[in-house]
């Protein structure tokens, strides 16, 4: 499976439109996503005990209905902390879009980003939604304007799709994120919206988000914060008229790799795109006794401050690696760990048995001032590993968050 170009409308009867409502000065602030028949519906949602208005009412449509057929979405406005008055917002935005749309209000999803403890001004809201209708496309280029409709501190729209076969019949997944900042495992400030034409019954399709998630945006982190309004929507439409996945059978793991390429495709760009950052950051763990225990030492990894800042300096300072991997709460051997770091430059072994493998500070100096860095660890416990992604950290990460509402 490769990824190709292409978006949420990239699958059969997805449409989308963008536009500036006014939430930001001169940038597309408003998305909508609408599929030609009701779609099958899967979801995940932050973690944060405080939930921003859209989150809470997305997770109840997915909980209790499973089925939609439109998402409208805005940036700029968390609407979250926003008490009573932010779930009124949310009941106005899909009773309004509904109406226009001559669908039935439990047919929209919502999804917001942006400043927190701010109401959604709802005259911008319907006036965007007014706006969109007559522009909703299913081209290639309508699928781009939504993603860029979601950004706040992104510096590049995020989306791309893929096509493979479903019981003979060929399928497609788009997808879009955004996401640049308050990213930390088990999901962080992001919007992500996933779109197939496959049919997939609703308890598949949410057990195959669910596993993708693991592995893609839970492995991901910026700075250590976690939002109030990630959302991760998988919508089905069943256009491609393959045979109803309802067992996991070969269909179903074929439409596994699928959402997995896809999210995790979507999760490393938006870890190479964290607020100021300047590289790509992946750190792969081998040779581990057990998923978690990989999954446990990457992770600790990517989050250290420390280890960030040293791959902005280009500094292969590795003892704060392996000092991370020791207060991740993942036992292994300090004398059995061999790392090495990789980019388009070349590859270098850094340490070897747990010390340093005496290595040409002036080449690795190079390999680590390109824009996409691996760390490759190997503890040699075992056969698992697992692969976590994050970014460096610079000046213009205050820069940015010391001035957000500005």
């Known amino acids: 499976m490769e990824i190709r170009e292409g978006g949420v409308t990239s699958a059969r009867g997805f449409r989308a439109a963008s536009v500036c409502a006014g939430f930001k000065k001169g940038r597309k602030d ?3 996503i609408v599929s030609e028949v009701p779609f099958h519906l899967a979801g995940t949602f932050t973690t944060n005990l405080v939930k921003a208005a859209p989150v809470i009412w997305d997770r109840a449509i997915v909980q209790t209905k499973g089925t939609a057929q439109a998402v409208v979405m805005n940036s700029g406005v968390a609407n979250a902390c926003t008490g009573k008055e932010g779930d009124e917002a ?6 309004y879009a509904a109406s226009r749309l001559g669908l039935s209000q439990e047919q929209i999803l919502l999804a917001s980003t942006g400043v ?13 939604i007014d706006l969109m209708l007559p522009l909703l496309s299913d081209t290639e280029g309508a699928g781009s304007a939504a993603a860029e409709g979601i950004m706040t501190t992104d510096t590049v729209r995020k989306e791309c799709s893929i096509h493979f076969q479903l019981g003979g019949r060929e399928v497609t997944l788009g997808g879009m994120t955004k996401g640049a900042g308050m990213i930390h495992p088990k999901m962080g400030t992001m919007l992500c ?13 949410q057990k195959a988000l669910l596993s993708a998630v693991q592995d893609s945006f839970n492995m991901i982190s910026v700075d250590g914060d976690m939002s109030t309004n990630d959302t991760c929507l998988l919508m089905a439409n069943g256009l491609a008229g393959n045979p109803e996945i309802v067992e996991e059978d070969d269909d179903y793991q074929t439409f596994c790799e ?9 999760a490393r760009a938006m870890a190479k795109d964290g607020e100021g950052a300047h590289a790509l950051f992946e750190v792969k763990v081998q040779g581990a006794s057990s998923k978690k225990q990989a999954v446990t030492l ?3 990894v990517i989050e250290s401050s420390l280890v960030k800042t040293a791959i902005a300096g280009h500094d292969a300072n590795w003892g704060r690696i392996i000092c991370a991997m ?12 061999d790392l090495s770091f990789r980019s388009r430059a070349g590859e270098i072994r850094i340490a070897e048995n747990g010390v340093t493998a005496g290595f040409d500070e002036e080449l690795a100096t190079k390999i680590l001032s390109e824009d996409e860095i691996t760390a490759l660890i190997d503890i040699h416990e075992g056969t698992c590993e697992a692969t976590a992604w994050g970014c460096d950290l610079t000046h213009e990460y205050i820069n940015i968050n010391a001035d957000y509402r500005s």
């Open 298 to 300: 990457a992770k600790s």
């Open 30 to 32: 408003m998305s909508m």
């Open 193 to 205: 919206f996933l779109t197939t034409d496959a049919k997939v019954s609703q308890k598949l399709l």
């Open 258 to 266: 699928a959402v997995g390429t896809v999210t995790k495709h979507l």
């Open 326 to 337: 020791g207060y991740s709460g993942a036992s292994f051997e300090e004398g059995k760990v």
């Open 90 to 95: 949310c009941e106005g935005t899909a009773s």
């Open 116 to 128: 927190i403890g701010v109401s959604l001004p709802m005259d911008k809201i319907r006036q965007g």
